[in-house]
């Protein structure tokens, strides 16, 4: 594991946090403290805290500093990254460390309560108990004060690891806030990102051009220079502008844009629904024969219909993602048409739209790009305000296609 952060000295575990040098150091001031109290030393005063809350725009590396904290804690090293507490923190698997990542649109209070009970036991490894949330956000507010109340009474060896969009810290209650320490992450710069690709082997152009499109998001850089169909469905997305010629077209690229994103959303989800779905019912005896496999069958009905529901919201939250990515990539085009409006010296976001770019910037003023890019940064907010995607993508086809 390559050192690819700001700071020369970092432990490997924080390699892959590019741009992030101040919040490597605060992580890396902690680590160390921490180590001093497993030792039974006294740290520096306020180095160590028990609860930690990690910000930062999508794509920032929130989960993957949380996860590097995590395994720089119960590292021996600090974060040597090759040590069996690096390897099995990183891949989630360590015994001493749970990791919360929804897969609907909340987080229930029975997982809360229980993942809680389990975070206040003495550590397996005589280090440190330590409870991640990924998209802390989506606590429910019941869900919110069962870990109020762990976050107000720690065990001794127990850190709180929350992860929160910059958007929406506000969703996580301000008594819980108010109890962590803030880890601010950044949108990493372009040539950052294009930096990691090229030493993850992605060749130079391939990076550069999967950077600037990625919008500062390292995951989705990573996939548009991996997959063919991610480049695929952001290409059908950057023809929209040019297909809104007449009114009915704005109904029918509405139509192929939420079944595009549906049918991407079932791509991902399938796949684990059928595996699920399978594992469930061979504990419950599936395949088995005589009473006792029959009366065990029939006892799983109930577990089932909870797998369904939560099968049920993951692909909801996975559609509501998909369509999301869409729209991202779309007001990123509407931005460059602006910026071309207005003469702005500013690298373009689609570099491979440029021609399409230019059509637009003629035909439109600076205010009728920007009355476009904001319906469709609206459009994001409609939807998630729980607005039916349909609906609010129509409604931001009509405004793009208007004079």
Wanted: charged share 25%.
């Amino acid at each position: 594991m390559s050192a690819r952060v700001d700071l020369p000295d970092a432990p490997p575990v924080f390699a892959t946090l590019i741009g992030q040098g101040e919040a490597v150091r605060m992580l890396m001031t902690a680590a160390t403290a921490a180590a001093a109290i497993v030792r039974g030393e006294t740290p520096p005063p306020g180095a160590m805290t028990h609860a930690w809350l990690f910000t930062g725009p999508p794509g920032s590396g929130r989960s993957v500093a949380a996860r590097a904290f995590a395994a720089a804690l119960q590292c021996p090293q600090g974060g040597c990254g090759v040590c069996s507490e690096c390897h099995t923190t990183l891949a989630g698997t360590h015994a001493d460390v749970r990791t919360v990542i929804p897969d609907g649109l909340s987080i229930s209070v029975e997982l809360m309560r229980e993942l809680v009970r389990q975070a206040a036991s003495a550590p397996v490894g005589e280090r440190w108990q330590v409870l991640l949330v990924e998209d802390a956000d989506r606590l429910t507010e019941r869900a919110a004060n069962a870990l109020l109340k762990a976050v107000e009474e720690p065990s001794p060896r127990t850190v709180f690891l929350l992860c929160t969009p910059s958007t929406h810290p506000d969703d996580i209650p301000v008594t819980i806030r108010s109890r962590c320490r803030q880890v601010t992450l950044r949108t990493p710069s372009a040539e950052a990102i294009a930096a990691l690709l090229v030493a993850d082997g992605i060749d130079t152009d391939t990076a550069a051009w999967a950077a600037a499109a990625s919008q500062g998001h390292i995951g989705r850089a990573r996939r548009l220079a991996r997959d063919p169909q991610a480049r695929e469905r952001r290409a059908r997305v950057l023809a929209i502008p040019r297909a809104l010629r007449t009114i009915g077209a704005c109904f029918d690229e509405a139509k192929a844009l939420v079944d595009a994103t549906d049918a991407e959303a079932k791509e991902l989800t399938e796949e684990q629904d059928a595996k699920e779905r399978s594992n469930l019912e061979l504990a419950y005896g599936a395949g088995g024969t005589g009473k006792g496999a029959t009366a065990a069958l029939r006892s799983a009905s109930g577990a089932l219909k909870d797998l369904e529901r939560r099968q049920k919201s993951r692909a909801t939250r996975t559609k509501r993602d998909a369509l999301d990515r869409a729209l991202v990539d779309l007001a990123g085009f509407y931005r460059d048409v602006l910026l071309r409006t207005l003469g702005a010296p500013v690298p373009p976001v689609h570099g491979d739209a440029t021609d399409d770019v230019a059509t637009a910037a003629a035909a439109w003023t600076p205010d009728a790009a920007l009355r476009r890019l904001e319906a469709v940064l609206a459009c994001r907010s409609a939807i998630d305000a729980n607005v039916k995607p349909q609906i609010a993508i129509e409604a931001m086809m009509a405004t793009l296609y208007r004079p």
